[in-house]
């Protein structure tokens, strides 16, 4: 593996912290800067003999935890209920806790994607979490990205996708990606993870297709809607398990789950969908895979 310092950061100031499988590197930011970097600290350029780079992708860091710190509070969002209590070992139990019918779910989301990244030498996932969807995406002659903005899932999906040197794992923003445009064959966004973010979901698609190659894919999932009861036994155990608060029946209807302590969970309507991304790609379409997700893909 070799660590080169590459051009200028498209972000410079966007601060990240990369986690690698097998170590973390920080360093402050010197966009323009010819010198190798050494080992132990954070390249702006990445390149790795005999597998695909990110070019002049950028990857970002930081001179400290104190600048880490403030740089995440200003370009990360406030804590989430993800990363507040719903990250690392307690989001990986909600999903070793899906019944027979959510596993199914789970593994055709992963399927469906896999089918389409195929030929990708770069894939990008939003939301990447501990790692559950890079790991079963992995392929030797893919470089796989992972962002997310839960420090806490990076750090275990450090440990979970040990041995797969082919994946990157960055601290980002999905609405303030730090890379130029163009990069990537597939960028994909699974498990509804277009609510979950509660982000702006026009900005989110913009900035997915922009970071996408001419002739890449984005692909976004939410659950179709004849999945709902599935859906909803699922989050009921995880609230019998103390993972999520108690349901609020009187709130939960139509595609929206709400819990007592403020967890609110939403889907993307096909119709939706096809609203956020009016404009953006070649062509777009949607549709619904293995009866219990809607997948919204978009040609760039
Ligand atoms: C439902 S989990 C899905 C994790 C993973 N995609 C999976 O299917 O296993 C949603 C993830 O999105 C992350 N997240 C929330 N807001 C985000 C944002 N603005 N940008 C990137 N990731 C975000 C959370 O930290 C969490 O890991």
Not at 158 to 173: A, P, S, W
Request: some cysteine; proline content about 4%; hydrophobic content about 40%.
């Amino acid at each position: 593996m070799s660590f080169t310092a590459g051009r200028g950061a498209p972000d410079a100031d966007l601060a990240a912290c990369r986690v690698s499988n097998r170590r973390t590197w920080r360093r402050k930011c010197k966009p323009n800067s010819k010198k190798p970097y050494p080992a132990g600290r954070l390249a702006t350029r990445w390149s790795r003999p005999g597998q695909p780079g990110l070019g002049s992708t950028a990857i970002l860091s930081v001179a400290g935890r104190a600048a880490q710190l403030e740089a995440v509070k200003r370009r990360i969002p406030m804590p989430s209920y993800y990363s507040e209590k719903l990250s690392a070992e307690r989001l990986k139990l909600c999903y070793d806790l899906g019944p027979p019918a959510v596993r199914r779910y789970l593994a055709a989301e992963i399927e469906y994607v896999r089918e389409r990244s195929a030929l990708s030498k770069r894939v990008l996932e939003l939301g990447c979490g501990f790692g559950r969807v890079l790991k079963q995406l992995s392929r030797a002659h893919t470089l796989l990205v992972g962002i997310d903005t839960s420090l806490q899932n990076l750090a275990m999906a450090r440990g979970y996708l040990e041995g797969h040197g082919n994946i990157t794992l960055l601290l980002m923003d999905a609405v303030r990606l730090g890379f130029p445009s163009n990069v990537f064959e597939l960028v994909c966004c699974v498990q509804n993870g277009i609510s979950a973010f509660h982000v702006d979901q026009h900005e989110l698609f913009r900035e997915a297709v922009r970071v996408a190659k001419p002739g890449g894919r984005v692909l976004f999932s939410s659950y179709a809607d004849e999945f709902w009861e599935n859906r909803l036994d699922w989050f009921r155990i995880q609230s019998s398990h103390g993972l999520i608060g108690e349901i609020d029946e009187t709130r939960t209807a139509d595609g929206i789950i709400v819990t007592k302590d403020g967890f609110t969970a939403t889907t993307v309507t096909s119709e939706r969908f096809m609203d956020l991304t009016e404009g953006l790609g070649t062509s777009r379409s949607v549709r619904v895979v293995a009866g219990s997700s809607i997948f919204c893909e978009i040609l760039v």
